[in-house]
């Protein structure tokens, strides 16, 4: 099993930046890609951004420019950078991670919410 932790969502207001964190523990050898997604109140979970063990990244369109993934395999953890942040980003941040499987595993979120 793969525990991942999700850490650093919180208020911030419409401009503003925070920096999710997702430390991941347990049997994680041959996790292939770590990613971040959220799923706010109503709306189905969306893929925010991914990143690959070889540090290719992908992003949905609704953040490119604004979010930056990254990973830090000594430390097991990707991180989320987010900026610019509008309201509509509001949601619960989830963090994921699968293996060269294919087998899947998910944190169990935190809140991100936007003020205008």
């Known amino acids: 099993q793969v525990r991942l932790v999700e850490s650093g969502g919180g208020l911030v207001q419409a401009g503003g930046s925070l920096r999710l964190a997702c430390t991941a523990s347990?049997?994680?050898?041959?996790?292939?890609?770590m990613g971040w997604y959220r799923q706010a109140p109503g709306k189905q979970r969306e893929l925010v951004a991914d990143?690959?063990?070889?540090?290719?990244?992908n992003y949905a369109d609704s953040v490119k420019g604004r979010f930056t993934i990254s990973r830090d395999n000594a430390k097991n953890t990707v991180y989320l950078q987010m900026n610019s942040l509008k309201p509509e980003d509001t949601a619960v941040y989830l963090c994921?991670?699968?293996?060269?499987?294919?087998?899947?595993?998910w944190g169990r979120g935190t809140q991100v919410t936007v003020s205008s």
């Open positions: 994921n991670a699968v293996r060269l499987t294919g087998l899947g595993f």
């Open positions: 347990g049997f994680i050898s041959n996790i292939n890609v």
């Open positions: 990143i690959t063990s070889s540090d290719r990244t």
